[in-house]
């Protein structure tokens, strides 16, 4: 998908509300590798991402940006957090670990598109197993009649789901035995992977399972697509997809900063994550069980909220390989009021939906809203700021009532929340902040 920087910025508005420097950074990021993906090899080899580092408070924006981003594009996509990372010859997750699921990340990817493909063949081949199962079992009891008119009926009530929840026995592939990993390693194989080639020459266990047509379908059609697809094929675009179009999003990156005035070993040991991570951002090749990844053209997003720290608290050379550096703002009053009404995934929508399961029907006024959005700043400037986070918080407090009582029992309730409403179930959340005016 070749979207514009305009597309992109456009499709992040649905679900962002504001932080427009951000978004255009990371369209024009985007946008870059596809411009870079359409010029000679020669040239689109001296070409690598220029990687972007998000500065600004918890909750406004700068992880769902990266996520939705990733979606947009369908890109092979992960988030780590820094913190979880420890330095070489330590116990713990090494920093290349963020490239071995990235290629994890890649190969799911692939080969969910190309079970798509298949899925209309491996359907039927699903299918035509389940009829051949009930036919069988019906031409016992009916042996007068055509094999042809039971298969027939049978196909009707199998697409009208009329037989989801009948048991059949069915016969599937005994999954091979995983090797367990110790701690801190990072192995998965199975013994059909090490065993190669001649583990297709053995005989395959087959272990029998009774259970409804509707997940008998469900299970044939897993395993019948499994052997239908070219697994060293989608290994191999994986990788390459990895490599190309990864984006590798590294959140709480302020964690590991050295920050200023402060010594000791704790700053040692953050110093050394920080160099740990340096040439994979910079470029280096990285093993995995799907084959070795380069990381050069991998675009790194980082965050953090840089409140105790700075991002010049970092190690120069890493500051140096993240060369587009972004603020973002604390969310406004006017902020919380578009997130409440204008993006597909507002918090409005998501309760009213929930409580619609137990015949509710949610509404909210305008002034509601901007009294919920009062609150909300206010909660966020004399207390933590967690930003658009603090939406659910006093979501919760609001709909706690309703949401403790709602058991769908009742008949078609509506329930419109103005004002009055906010006001009276928020009473304490308002008292204390009218107090605060008094407190020198």
């Known amino acids: 998908m070749n979207l514009t920087p305009k597309q992109i910025v456009a499709e992040l508005d649905r679900y962002i509300i504001g932080q427009t420097k951000a978004k255009r950074a990371v369209a024009i990021a985007l946008r870059n590798r596809y411009r870079r993906s359409m010029l000679p090899e020669t040239v689109r080899e001296e070409i690598t991402p220029k990687n972007i580092i998000m500065k600004g408070p918890t909750g406004v924006g700068k992880t769902e940006i990266a996520r939705r981003l990733a979606k947009i594009v369908r890109a092979p996509f992960i988030k780590v957090e820094a913190t979880k990372f420890t330095e070489v010859g330590y116990v713990g997750r090494d920093v290349e670990s963020m490239i071995r699921d990235l290629a994890e990340t890649a190969v799911h990817l692939v080969k969910e598109e190309q079970m798509a493909v298949v899925e209309n063949k491996?359907?039927?081949?699903?299918?035509?197993?389940?009829?051949?199962?009930?036919?069988?079992?019906?031409?016992?009891?009916?042996?007068?009649?055509?094999?042809s008119v039971i298969r027939a009926q049978a196909t009707d009530e199998l697409r009208d789901g009329k037989l989801n929840k009948q048991l059949v026995e069915i016969e599937l592939a005994a999954t091979p035995p995983q090797i367990q990993a110790m701690p801190g390693m990072s192995i998965d194989l199975n013994l059909g992977d090490m065993l190669g080639g001649l583990g297709d020459m053995l005989p395959q266990r087959k272990k029998r399972r009774k259970v409804t047509v509707e997940e008998a379908v469900n299970?044939?059609?897993?395993?019948?697509s499994e052997r239908l697809l070219d697994m060293d094929a989608i290994k191999a675009e994986g990788v390459r997809r990895a490599q190309e179009d990864g984006i590798i999003f590294i959140d709480e990156i302020d964690k590991i900063a050295n920050r200023q005035g402060s010594g000791g070993g704790m700053d040692v040991s953050r110093e050394g994550v920080q160099r740990d991570i340096l040439p994979i951002v910079e470029g280096c090749t990285v093993m995995t069980k799907y084959g070795a990844i380069k990381t050069d053209y991998i675009l790194f997003i980082a965050s953090g909220a840089f409140q105790i720290s700075s991002v010049?608290?970092?190690?120069?050379?890493?500051?140096?390989?993240?060369?587009?550096?972004?603020?973002?703002?604390?969310?406004?009053?006017?902020?919380?009021?578009?997130i409440f009404t204008e993006p597909e995934n507002a918090v409005t929508r998501q309760y009213a939906a929930m409580l619609s399961v137990e015949n509710i029907t949610l509404t909210f006024t305008r002034d509601a809203i901007e009294e919920m959005s009062r609150i909300a700043v206010l909660e966020n400037e004399t207390g933590e700021d967690i930003g658009a986070r603090r939406l659910h918080t006093v979501m919760e407090s609001l709909?706690?009532?309703?949401?403790?009582?709602?058991?769908?029992?009742?008949?078609e309730l509506e329930v419109k929340v103005d004002k009055t409403y906010v006001s009276e179930h928020l009473a304490k959340e308002i008292s204390a902040h009218d107090l605060k005016k008094y407190i020198l």
């Open 122 to 147: 491996a359907r039927k081949f699903a299918e035509d197993k389940i009829l051949d199962i009930i036919v069988k079992a019906r031409k016992k009891n009916n042996a007068d009649l055509a094999e």
């Open 312 to 338: 010049t608290d970092l190690i120069p050379e890493l500051q140096g390989r993240f060369p587009i550096r972004v603020d973002l703002e604390s969310l406004t009053f006017d902020d919380f009021v578009k």
């Open 219 to 224: 299970l044939l059609m897993e395993e019948e």
């Open 399 to 411: 709909l706690e009532d309703i949401s403790f009582n709602a058991d769908g029992n009742n008949p």
